[in-house]
């Protein structure tokens, strides 16, 4: 259910709204045991979602680090070649 929640600090290119908000999204989803809200809790979901995707995006800019970003591409690929092993036991 987490498969949107990846690292998203210290990547070249900065990790964009929309995967922060993915992250976000995901994150309710498992707090809420819901994918998809009643009507009488979409308010509190949508809320949710917008104050966790702020504080995330707030914690991304104050984080510093002194190691060269990481390439998106290859960390792709490295993740590809753990799970190609993974599943193929």
Known sequence: MCRN????????PPATEDEVRAAALQYVRKISGTAK??????PAFDQAVA???????RLLA?????APPKD???EAAKAKARAAVRYTR
């Open 62 to 66: 104050g984080l510093t680090t002194n």
């Open 37 to 42: 809200p009643s009507q009488a809790n979409q």
């Open 51 to 57: 104050e966790i995707t702020a504080a995330t995006s």
């Open 72 to 74: 998106r591409e290859a």
């Open 5 to 12: 929640i990846h690292t998203l600090h210290n990547f070249a």
